[in-house]
């Protein structure tokens, strides 16, 4: 037995130990995911990706009519929902999205409105286990019913905050509706999943000047926490938007009206004018190329953009809109967040799919580089482009040829099957799905051999390369169904259906041509593609209200060794390797875990020598 005396020491440095152990091994592994642990209970019961949610809605028919028929005003009407068999009384409902509800109530065959759900727009406090809200999103402009569920799981694997997403069964009235992918909301319960507070702010960016070129074809999906909701249309045509009210990221000057396409969206109603000013100042030295590790999670946007290039994902900040993104900015660190992932996979501004497959990794946008800073001035950086290439790899050893990527297809496909062979609203048959599956599996092979052709330098990386493929990308969907496009500019003068190819052409007709209007021998182009005199008048429209812009000061910018953390921001994440314990941890734990037992078998001998 051991004297009272010697009790306490060994008792305090052997929690003393303990206590480094467990310091030792958190300092080394950071990044260990710990939200399997820590996730809401929402997580599980809705965004179960092993089953297909029932979801069953229920509203007054009066109601519903009038929601069909307004729904591009996306006024809530308050209604029933029956999750997996749980109740929620008096939530809200609207439709929700921009050029697809469009699209949808311009199209008198159908009513798959996407929608939105609020549990508590009605009653104050309401959530569904902790979710403010969730989107039932259509799966429009996508045969596979897959690209957005892929997309959103493969930035979740780089370590991308991502929103959940599962698909959902639903009925409206006990009528067959059809299959839905469910997609967590990103707002408070997001945030604080994520990051452990909402002690951050969010920006959902959104171009006005886009707007203004569409008139009144279209309206953004954006409602204010302070219960506003901003109706600026967005551009879908594919023409640059120059990032009209900030969302380029483009320094303009302090003044904080400059950046209203960022500011006049912030998810939060707590977010102030010191917090704008946070973001100006981020962009500020962005495009100087100062302090970059200060005011951005730099190895995050790498990351960011390494998936979002391998996806092709131009309905994005990579696009000419520059929008469908958000900014978290936390302690004056900001992050770059995906959203509306729908048109991912080319399925936007790309003419076809030898394109898709050899977009190139280091001009990574469809607008100019030096419209695109957030990107192009960390490219611009030696370090920075070796990590983001090594991303790239990762993604395509990780994910596409381990094989990964075509068990998650396979998956999806014996998961959803039968649900879409009996959508009764479906954009597309059931042959249309069938037929898209190996375009999809396709379509990553071979963008994955592109890529490892451009790393190493067998194929150009800041333009089109020539490595040939068999994609036919109009069998993975496109903008409106069965290869339509957006409303006014679906059809030709005879009624058949302006192609991709078609629209693509005309779009390159305005954006080649120099001053504000169009000329007659462009107009007689036009009309050579098929376009209406209105189609024609509504583009000439477009071209006058159009700008391009955008600036680009090379200066030195800070750098840092592959693998060391940077200043002020997360460090590097494991990037495929979601969570788990690294090598370093493992090191770390071993040391610890050798220490104690040197410690403990001290102890041992020296209580020995003491025991009576």
């Not at 059809?491 to 954006?511: F, H, V």
């Not at 788990?580 to 102890?603: P, Q």
Request: with cysteine; hydrophobic share 30%.
């Amino acid at each position: 037995m051991i004297k009272e005396k010697y009790k306490t020491p060994i008792a305090i440095i052997s929690m003393t130990l303990c206590l480094f152990l467990v310091i030792g091994y958190i300092i080394a592994n950071p990044n260990t995911d710990t939200q399997e642990i820590q996730q809401p209970e929402y997580i599980d019961k809705v965004f179960n990706k092993e089953k297909v949610n029932e979801i069953d809605i229920t509203v007054n028919e009066k109601d519903w009519k009038d929601l069909l028929e307004n729904a591009i005003e996306k006024e809530y009407i308050m209604g029933d929902i029956t999750i997996n068999g749980e109740k929620f009384s008096s939530v809200g409902i609207r439709a929700k999205g921009n050029s697809s509800l469009k699209m949808v109530a311009s199209d008198d065959t159908t009513d798959r409105y996407s929608l939105k759900i609020d549990f508590h727009e009605y009653v104050k406090g309401q959530t569904y286990h902790g979710l403010e809200k969730i989107a039932l999103n259509n799966c429009i402009s996508d045969a596979t019913y897959m690209k957005e569920y892929i997309s959103y799981e493969m930035f979740s694997k780089m370590g991308i905050a991502t929103p959940a997403c599962s698909y959902s069964h639903i009925k409206i009235n006990g009528k067959e509706w059809g299959l839905y992918l469910a997609v967590e909301v990103m707002e408070e319960s997001f945030i604080e999943r994520y990051f452990g507070s909402t002690d951050g702010n969010l920006y959902k960016p959104e171009s006005t000047e886009a707007g203004e070129n569409m008139g009144p074809m279209l309206k953004k999906d954006g409602e204010r926490k302070d219960g506003k909701e901003n109706r600026n249309p967005s551009n879908n045509m594919g023409m640059s938007s120059s990032g009209k009210g900030g969302t380029n990221l483009v320094y303009n000057g302090d003044d904080l009206s400059n950046y209203s396409g960022i500011f006049d969206n912030a998810v939060f109603n707590t977010t102030n004018k010191k917090d704008n000013k946070q973001i100006v100042e981020m962009i500020k030295n962005l495009n100087e190329g100062t302090n970059l590790e200060k005011y951005l999670d730099v190895d995050e946007v790498l990351r960011y953009f390494a998936v979002n290039t391998f996806l092709v994902n131009l309905d994005s900040y990579a696009g000419s809109l520059k929008h469908n993104y958000y900014l978290y900015e936390k302690d004056g660190i900001s992050q770059i967040l995906p959203w509306d992932l729908n048109l991912s996979f080319a399925g936007y501004e790309v003419r076809d799919g030898q394109s898709a497959v050899n977009f190139p990794i280091d001009k990574p946008v469809s607008d100019t580089m030096e419209n695109s800073p957030l990107i192009s001035k960390l490219l611009e950086v030696d370090e920075y482009k070796e990590i983001y290439h090594k991303y790239l790899k990762e993604i395509v050893t990780e994910y596409i040829e381990s094989g990964e990527y075509e068990a998650t297809i396979n998956n999806i496909d014996n998961l959803i099957g039968d649900y879409v062979k009996n959508d009764p609203t479906a954009f597309y048959t059931y042959e249309e799905y069938r037929n898209s599956i190996p375009v999809l599996l396709q379509l990553g092979k071979d963008r994955a051999g592109s890529i490892i052709k451009q790393l190493k330098g067998e194929e150009p990386s800041t333009s089109y390369g020539t490595v040939n493929t068999t994609v036919d990308l109009s069998l993975l969907g496109s903008m409106g169904g069965h290869g339509g496009e957006m409303q006014g500019n679906r059809e030709d003068g005879n009624g058949n259906m302006l192609s991709r190819e078609t629209m693509d052409q005309a779009m390159e007709i305005i954006k080649d041509a120099e001053g504000n209007e169009l000329t007659e021998d462009q107009k007689v182009k036009l009309k050579e593609l098929g376009l209406t005199s209105s189609q024609i008048e509504e583009m000439a429209n477009m071209k006058n209200r159009m700008s391009f812009g955008g600036n680009n000061k090379n200066n030195e910018q800070k750098q840092f060794k592959p693998g060391e953390n940077m200043e002020g921001g997360r460090p590097p994440n494991n990037g495929f390797k979601q969570g788990g314990i690294n090598k370093e941890s493992l090191i770390v734990l071993a040391i610890s875990i050798a220490i104690l037992l040197i410690v403990l078998i001290f102890l041992s001998k020296f209580k020995r020598r003491k025991t009576f």
